[in-house]
C-alpha cells in the first residue's frame, strides 16, 4: 500500500544531507570532478618515469573515483525514491555522459602502467607507503596483461562503450515501457490488470489455483507475443559478448566473466554438476507441496502459494527487534553497528508513489551504506530487512576495515552476509515462537530462499552456460530453441511432478539479468553455498566450543577483508572452498534437514501424531 511521502516520519527516510545538504554543494563538488578529471590527461607518457609521478596519478584517480561515488549517487538515489523526479533525471544523465568521456581520456592508463616492469612497481610499490593500498590491484593489472590492449586499441574499444549497452536498453524498453499487460477476471469477479508486481502477489496469495492460471497466462502471454524480437536481442548480447571476449584474447565469454575476479571454469561447472546431482530433495519438496496442496497437477504458478493460511502482519518496529535479536551470535560489535544502521537514517522504509521497487543495499565510502524498502508487513519483509542489513554490514566492516582502493567486495562474496543473516533470523524466529502456522511459514520462508536463491539461479546459470555455447560453436538462436534448453532444465530439475505449460518456456524472456548482467545470477547461488557452509560451522554443536569461536571469527574477517583479495581465497581463509563439490552439496544437507522439521509441523497442523 502506497503512502504520501509527506505523510511519512523522517525516521523512516533517507538523510541524503549526509551526501549533500543541497544542489550547489552538488555542484560544487561536480566542478571539482571535471577539474580533477581534466588532469589525467597530463600525464600520458610520464608515468613510467618514476614513482613520484605515478603515486599522482593513483591520487588524482582515487580522488575521481571517490567524487564520483558521490556526485553520481546523489541524484540516483533521489531518483529511486521518485522517477519523475525530471531534474534528478538530468543530473544522472549529466554525469553518465561526463563519465563517458572519462573513460575514454583515461583508457591509455592500463596500458601505459604495462609499460613498466613488473619488478619495477613492486619495488615502487615495497619502498612509498602511498601506494600500499593499491598492491592488490595493481599486481591484478599484471595477471590480466594478456587481455589488455595497446593504447591506441584500448582507445578504439572505449568509444564503443556506449554502444555495446544498447541491446539492454531495448529489452528494458520492451519489457517495461512499450510491454502491453493483459486484464483477467479473478474467481471473485474482480478484474485486474498483470503487471510483474500483481502476478507476484497472486501467486503468491490466491489460494485457487484457477486465479493463479489465469494470472500466470497473462503475464507469460505479455512476453511470449513478443518472443522473436526477445530472442533477437538476446541473439544480439550473445554474439557481442563472444565478441568483446575474443577482442581480449578469451577462449570465451564465461572466461572473460570469470577471470578478472580469478575464479576457476570449474567452480562454475562444479555448481552445475553439483546441483544437477543433489535434485532428490527439490523433487521431494514439489511433491510434498503437491500433497498438501491437494492439487491434482502441480504448475510452476503453484510454487510461491503458502500452504499454510498464515496473515500475520509485523510491524516495522517489530521487525527491527527481531532482526536485532537475531545477530546476537555475532557479538557486541556487530550487533551495536546493525543498530546504527537501523536508527540513522540510512533506510528508506514504506512504499510510496513513484519509488523504486523491491530492496537493495548501496554503500558510499566517505558516507555511508544507504538501504531501500519497500516494507509492507509481511514475513518476507522482515527478512528482507535482515538480508538488506546483512549486505550493509559486510559495506560497513569493510569501510572501516579497508582503505578505498581495496573496499569494495566482490560480487561473488556480496550475499554471503545476506543470506547468513537470514538464517540468524529464521532460527531465533523458530525458537521464539510454539505457533505451528508460524513455523511451518518460517520454514516455508528458508526453503523458498534455497529454492529461490539457489535452485532456480543454477538452472538459470545452466542455462545461460548452453546459450552461450551454441553461438560461440556457430548455431542459430530462435525462440524455439531457447524454449527448448529451458524445457530441459526445468524437466530435469524439477522431475515429473512439475506439469510443464508451454508458456513456461519462454520464462528466458522475462529475467532481465540475462539481458543486462550475463552470467551474473550463478553468484547468488554460489554465495548461497558459502553462506550455508559458515553458518554450519559457527553453530553446529558437532563442532567442539572453540571451532565455532575460530569459525564465527573467520567469518567476520570476511566481511571486514572488502576486496583485498581473490573472492575464492577470501572465501577459503574462511573455511569455505568452493572448488570442492561437498561445499555445494551443504545446501542439499540443509534443504533436507528443513524438509523432515516441514513434514513433522505439517503434521501436527493436522492433528496427526
Known amino acids: 500500500m502506497e503512502t504520501n511521502r509527506d505523510k511519512i516520519a523522517q525516521e523512516y527516510k533517507w538523510n541524503l544531507d549526509d551526501i549533500y545538504s543541497n544542489w550547489s554543494d552538488w555542484e560544487n563538488d561536480l566542478i571539482e570532478l571535471k577539474k580533477i578529471m581534466g588532469k589525467i ?30 556526485v553520481y549517487l546523489y541524484p540516483y538515489l533521489q531518483r529511486d525514491l521518485d522517477s519523475t523526479n525530471e531534474n534528478a533525471s538530468i543530473k544522472l544523465q ?63 574499444l572505449s568509444y564503443f562503450g556506449q554502444y555495446l549497452g544498447v541491446p539492454s536498453d531495448i529489452y528494458s524498453e ?12 479473478l474467481n471473485d469477479g474482480t478484474k485486474v490488470t498483470v503487471t510483474n508486481g500483481v502476478y507476484s502477489k497472486i501467486v503468491a496469495s490466491n489460494r485457487l ?8 497466462e497473462a503475464l507469460y502471454s505479455s512476453f511470449n507475443v513478443n518472443k522473436n524480437t526477445y530472442a533477437s ?20 565469454s564465461l572466461q572473460k566473466s570469470l577471470d578478472p575476479k580469478n575464479i576457476p571454469l570449474e567452480v562454475y561447472t562444479t555448481l552445475i554438476q553439483s546441483t544437477r546431482e543433489n535434485t532428490a530433495p527439490l523433487k521431494r519438496y514439489i511433491s510434498l507441496r503437491k500433497k498438501a496442496l491437494e492439487l491434482d497437477n502441480y504448475h510452476y504458478y503453484d510454487n510461491s502459494i503458502n500452504l499454510v493460511n498464515y496473515n500475520r502482519s509485523f510491524s516495522y518496529e517489530e521487525a527491527k527487534e527481531d532482526v536485532l535479536k537475531s545477530v546476537k551470535p555475532l557479538g557486541e560489535d556487530y ?25 537493495y543495499s548501496l554503500n558510499i565510502y566517505d558516507v555511508h551504506p544507504y ?8 514475513m518476507d519483509a522482515v527478512f528482507t530487512l535482515a538480508h538488506e542489513l546483512g549486505h550493509t554490514m559486510h559495506s560497513m566492516l569493510s569501510t572501516k576495515n579497508q582503505p578505498y582502493p581495496i573496499s569494495s567486495y566482490t560480487i561473488f562474496v556480496a550475499e554471503v552476509a545476506s ?111 558459502a553462506s550455508a557452509n559458515l553458518y554450519d560451522k559457527i553453530t553446529n554443536e558437532k563442532y567442539s566450543q572453540n571451532e565455532r569461536a575460530l569459525a564465527k571469527e573467520n567469518y567476520l574477517t570476511l566481511l571486514k577483508s572488502g576486496g583485498n583479495d581473490h573472492p575464492m581465497n577470501q572465501l577459503k581463509k574462511a573455511g569455505v572452498d568452493l572448488s570442492k563439490k561437498d561445499s555445494f552439496n551443504a545446501v542439499a544437507t540443509e534443504f533436507d534437514r528443513l524438509l523432515n522439521l516441514l513434514e513433522i509441523e505439517l503434521k501436527k497442523e493436522k492433528g496427526v501424531n
Open 335 to 359: 550487533y551495536a553497528g546493525l543498530n546504527t544502521a537501523l536508527s540513522k537514517g540510512w533506510l528508506d522504509v514504506y512504499e510510496t508513489p513513484n519509488k523504486r521497487s523491491g530492496a
Open 209 to 216: 489455483q484457477e486465479d493463479r492460471k489465469k494470472a500466470f
Open 41 to 70: 590527461p597530463e600525464y600520458e607518457g610520464k608515468i613510467s618515469q618514476n614513482p613520484e609521478t605515478f603515486i599522482q596519478l593513483m591520487t588524482l584517480e582515487e580522488s575521481v573515483s571517490r567524487l564520483l561515488d558521490k
Open 233 to 252: 536481442i538476446y541473439k544480439s548480447i550473445l554474439q557481442r559478448d563472444f565478441a568483446t571476449a575474443q577482442s581480449r584474447n578469451y577462449k570465451s
Open 94 to 156: 549529466e554525469i553518465e555522459s561526463i563519465y563517458a568521456n572519462y573513460s575514454i581520456s583515461s583508457s591509455w592508463i592500463t596500458p601505459e602502467i604495462l609499460t613498466i616492469p613488473k619488478d619495477t612497481m613492486i619495488k615502487w610499490i615495497d619502498e612509498n607507503d602511498a601506494l600500499q593500498s593499491n598492491r592488490f590491484p595493481l599486481m591484478e593489472i599484471y595477471r590480466l596483461q594478456e587481455h589488455v590492449l595497446s593504447a591506441d586499441k584500448e582507445r578504439l
Open 419 to 529: 543470506t547468513f543473516n537470514e538464517r540468524l533470523l529464521l532460527d531465533s524466529m523458530l525458537t521464539n515462537t510454539n505457533d505451528s502456522k508460524e513455523k511451518i511459514a518460517l520454514i516455508e520462508q528458508a526453503i523458498g530462499a534455497i529454492v529461490g536463491t539457489y535452485y532456480i539461479q543454477t538452472i538459470f546459470a545452466d542455462y545461460e552456460y548452453k546459450a552461450h555455447e551454441i553461438v560461440e560453436k556457430g548455431g542459430a538462436i530462435t525462440p524455439e530453441v531457447l524454449n527448448k534448453i529451458m524445457e530441459n532444465l526445468f524437466n530435469d530439475y524439477f522431475g515429473s511432478e512439475l506439469s510443464m505449460d508451454e508458456l513456461q518456456k519462454i520464462i528466458w524472456s522475462r529475467i532481465p539479468h540475462f539481458f543486462n548482467s550475463p552470467y551474473y545470477v550463478y553468484q547468488y547461488a554460489t554465495s548461497f553455498a
Open 174 to 185: 520492451l519489457s517495461t515501457s512499450d510491454i502491453k499487460w493483459n486484464e483477467i477476471e
Open 371 to 378: 538501504m531501500l524498502l519497500n516494507y509492507n508487513g509481511t
